[in-house]
């Protein structure tokens, strides 16, 4: 019987050996057609797709120190960095959290895979960070339809092993890193370390590391802003992974989770962050750029996806002590005014000098002009009776106060008026030799007031156009700052250079007698010797000259526009007076300086462009007038001490007095007629900054000149930024002398001269108010 049975043990044994081949054939056949349909049906990216997979890339705009001022975005705030710029320990949170055998693999973990088919997925999930990668790049959230979940697995596991041979692994996990969504705008992790923890990724410590890793898990089951908790929990189940693997050890492990989670939100949008005017000036010179410069297939690139990075002349340190310097002064003397405009003191605030009649057409006017009726108007086609009557509807709002914003019930006829007593600022800040603007602050607060106050706005400059007179005179005359002129009551008759009546400017205070250098005339704003002046060369020359130094506003040709008569913008002020400063060389102001695309290809080099203006000489000696402003004139208190003892201006509104700046200091300052508008102009051989400060209404100002004044609006911002500036050395900010001529034949120093009985000449200890110009 034995005899017998042998020949079935080998036919059962037989067909156990051919049922194992034809089940592992099977199963290899089966995974290739599966594999083969995912390709065939599948749609899967080529090799072209995954060199550039199309992920929405922010344009990012980069400071001249290397920072990020901003960016433009729509959905993604995407801004991809390189391996090189994670930190160790991001990624080792990554690779011990996500896929701890990822430097092992080739886009699929084998053993991962088989514990998650024998477990049921009950041990933990099998996707590698390539394939996670894959699912990102390519079709986002799974499928809970089973079926389809397969197909789009088998689709990840195909894209995963390309992957790995196009990239390398340190490439695979930068681009996991950014293509990630950690939501609040943080798309990627320049973005996440950003508005998390106000830093780059390289500045990111462990903690920080571990709590973005956590995130990956599911980002919106684990926002630090709504779920701190579980953000915790999550942040210490990474670094129990990280010490599970040896990246940290237990006592470090052990020492962090018992931290509470740390955190500092700083939201990025268009409205918020640093240069928020200067963005937005930006933002139209790159759509100009972006329509005259398509790419090569003739298409146009576009502003807010694809990943350009824009390198600006802006310096993040100086732009930050110029705003600083703008938000604590502008504070301060709002607060002032407010004290000085209450019901009891002026009826009619925040206006002064303006009937109930000409308040109601002016609040009409700005009624028309408000983005409200415009919307009403175009948008809803209401009636204009439909209009004006909405606007004595209360409706819930939220309104800008230097306390923080109010959220209030409130007509909008009423909202517009209390909007109408903000005093408002413009100030930019360049370097005069390369013309790159180092500082641009459009306005105090960008998301409550759009407005633009260094180029879109244009207003009277008063006495800050003088020295285009004085330099006018100069160049023509061969006039010295020691030259003398008697000081006056002065007309320029009607009929001579287009008057159409006499012409008579009088000084701040009626005040008259002897004679004056050119140099204390202009420290001290004297006007009839200005009209002297403007009388001997004539209004055409002086507007051909301002044009020359940069000024492209038009200006009528009378000669009153001597006192400053005309509306120019901080921007054309700045410029032109950038070129005293640089000898007598125009520099246009440069804000751009190249632009790139995603792949550091430059699209754009800028070409500096320079004109010869004035002599050497001529440039010199106005500089040396100017110097007389800070010597002995209306911007003494740039260097005084001690005043805040004795005057309530120095103690409530001179922001950051004292100065105490000992250097050469080139400036001028500048009043309106009424006290509506305050300008600073000053210079320091390679820095040239322009301050403004005035309501949008020229009814709304100062009563009196000792608050109005330039020298009290306007000068405190410049110098407190200065300040700032100066205290940082690394910015090199000069405290040289103005260079002058190798030739010099303008007599430009007048201490030496006995025969002079000027004493505004000389530096005096106390601070010289009166600079009104009419």
Not at 403 to 410: L, N, P
Not at 567 to 590: I, K, R
Not at 695 to 721: C, N
Request: proline share 5%; aromatic share 10%.
């Amino acid at each position: 019987m034995a005899k017998k049975k042998q020949p079935e043990k080998s036919q059962s044994f037989g067909t156990y050996i051919r049922w194992f081949w034809i089940l592992f054939l099977t199963g290899i056949i089966a995974a290739i057609l599966l594999f083969v349909s995912a390709s065939v049906f599948g749609d899967l990216p080529d090799h072209t797709v995954l060199e550039n997979p199309k992920t929405n890339l922010a344009t990012e705009i980069i400071s001249s120190d290397g920072k990020t001022l901003g960016k433009f975005y729509f959905n993604d705030n995407r801004t991809p960095v390189d391996y090189e710029a994670l930190p160790q320990h991001l990624v080792d949170a990554l690779i011990a959290t996500e896929d701890a055998r990822f430097f092992e693999h080739s886009g699929i973990d084998g053993r991962g895979t088989l514990r998650a088919i024998v477990k049921m997925g009950k041990g933990g999930g099998a996707s590698t960070i390539s394939q996670q990668l894959a699912k990102q790049l390519f079709h986002g959230e799974g499928s809970k339809n089973i079926v389809e979940r397969i197909g789009q697995k088998i689709k990840e596991w195909i894209i995963a092993i390309r992957l790995e041979r196009q990239y390398t692994k340190e490439e695979i996990i930068a681009q996991y890193f950014n293509i990630y969504d950690f939501l609040n705008n943080a798309d990627g992790i320049k973005s996440a370390a950003s508005i998390y923890f106000g830093k780059q990724p390289q500045d990111l410590d462990i903690q920080e590391s571990a709590m973005l890793v956590g995130m990956f898990k599911n980002a919106s089951a684990f926002n630090p802003r709504k779920y701190p908790e579980d953000v915790r929990n999550r942040r210490n189940v990474v670094l129990s992974q990280m010490q599970k693997y040896g990246y940290i050890t237990e006592r470090v492990k052990d020492s962090i989770q018992q931290t509470p989670l740390q955190f500092t939100y700083t939201p990025e949008s268009h409205r918020e962050g640093i240069a928020t005017y200067f963005r937005e000036y930006l933002k139209k010179f790159m759509k100009d750029w972006i329509k005259n410069n398509p790419k090569a297939d003739g298409t146009n690139y576009n502003l807010y996806s694809d990943g350009l990075k824009v390198y600006t002349t802006i310096d993040s340190r100086m732009q930050q002590y110029a705003e600083d310097a703008v938000q604590d002064h502008m504070k301060n003397l709002q607060a002032e005014f407010d004290h000085q405009n209450t019901p009891d003191r002026n009826p009619t605030a925040p206006f002064l000098g303006l009937d109930t009649d000409e308040i109601n057409g002016l609040m009409k006017r700005a009624m028309r002009q408000s983005e409200r009726w415009r919307k009403m108007k175009y948008d809803l086609k209401k009636t204009n009776e439909e209009i004006i009557a909405s606007f004595d509807v209360a409706v819930p709002m939220t309104v800008f106060s230097w306390e923080g914003e109010i959220d209030t019930i409130m007509k909008p006829i009423d909202s517009m008026r209390y909007y109408k007593k903000f005093l408002h600022p413009g100030m930019m800040s360049m370097d005069p030799e390369t013309g790159h603007v180092k500082a641009w602050v459009g306005g105090m607060n960008y998301r409550h007031f759009q407005y633009d106050h260094v180029q879109q706005g244009k207003r009277q400059v008063g006495s800050t156009f003088k020295p285009f007179v004085y330099a006018t005179a100069i160049d023509q005359l061969h006039l010295s700052p020691c030259d003398e002129f008697p000081d006056v009551p002065y007309c320029i008759e009607e009929g001579r250079w287009g008057n159409l009546k006499d012409w008579c400017p009088e000084n701040s205070g009626l005040t008259y007698g002897g004679t004056r250098t050119l140099k204390g005339a202009l420290a001290n704003s004297v006007n009839t010797i200005t009209a002297q002046l403007m009388d001997k060369v004539g209004p055409a020359h002086v507007i051909d000259m301002a044009h020359k130094l940069g000024v492209t506003t038009e200006i009528p040709e009378v000669p009153s526009i001597a006192l400053g008569t005309v509306d120019l913008s901080v921007y054309e002020m700045v410029a032109a007076y950038a070129t005293f400063a640089n000898q007598g060389v125009y520099t246009e102001p440069v804000m751009v300086t190249s632009i790139e695309d995603k792949n550091n290809t430059i699209l754009y080099q800028f070409t500096p462009k320079t004109k010869d203006v004035l002599s050497e000489e001529v440039a010199y000696v106005t500089v040396k007038l100017l110097e007389g402003v800070t010597e002995g004139g209306s911007g003494t208190r740039l260097r005084t001490v001690g005043a805040e003892k004795w005057s309530a201006v120095y103690r409530e509104i001179m922001t950051g007095y004292p100065y105490e700046l000992k250097n050469p200091i080139a400036g001028k300052t500048g009043t309106t007629q009424n006290q509506s508008d305050g300008w600073f102009m000053g210079m320091v051989p390679n820095l040239v900054t322009g301050v403004w400060v005035g309501a949008e209404d020229r009814a709304v100002h100062f009563k009196s000149i000792t608050y109005g004044q330039g020298a009290s609006m306007a000068l405190p911002i410049w110098g407190s930024y200065m300040k700032s500036c100066y205290a940082d050395e690394a910015l090199n900010i000069s405290t040289a002398e103005f260079e002058a001529p190798e030739e010099l034949t303008i007599k430009v120093d007048c201490y030496d001269d006995a025969s002079s009985s000027e004493n505004d000449d000389k530096t005096p200890n106390v601070d010289v108010p009166s600079d009104l110009d009419f």
